[in-house]
């Protein structure tokens, strides 16, 4: 059922105005921004009849900077890896299936339906219950303003933390906030930024290395 439903959900995205990236995600950009969101599907179980579904959002210039201050600062483990998976296209992600009460595991069960509704649900629970919150996102400022909070349905824990605290510094300096206000913004996310460098790289000095790195407008 996973290639036919893959198929079938494929051409709907389309006709709502995504574009394949690659297999497994699809974006959509947002107009007159360099905001965009995406939609990315992992099939696992016997005969892919089950699916993972995240829900992401990206600035290009924000992932761009975070993804470069995590391959120098963020220790060995980074110094020669370039972003990988959903990393190269989104980072700030909502896991479709947990906050639409799938289960198990979170994911869609396909062979509890045929085809057409197992998209018309999928595409149901993304525009009712996920995008309303994505949509209130449509400029920098605003994706800057999600970046820094933990809202129930965008997790820190749910993405890689120290470059989403890359992206906020990438943001703040944009707009010209302050190095020692984006220091103080970002203390309470120190023990989510050590999660993703290096361990014998400190978060604070992490931090404060993407702070004094240079953006280009």
Known sequence: MGKAFYKHLSATLMDSGYKRVKYSIFRKKIENTDLSSFVELNFFGYGSARLVCNFGL???????????????????????????????????NCQVGRVCDWSPRAALQLEDYNIVDAVSKLMSDVEQRIAPHFERVSDLRSFGSLAIADPEWAHWIYCHRAIRAAEYVYVSKLFGKSSSDISADLQPYLKDIRTGIDRNIAPEVFLENVINHPISN
């Open 58 to 92: 990206s600035s290009s210039g924000a992932l761009a900077f975070a993804n470069t201050c995590l391959q120098l600062y963020g220790g060995a483990l980074y110094a020669d890896r370039p972003p990988m998976g959903r990393l190269a296209y989104f980072n700030i």
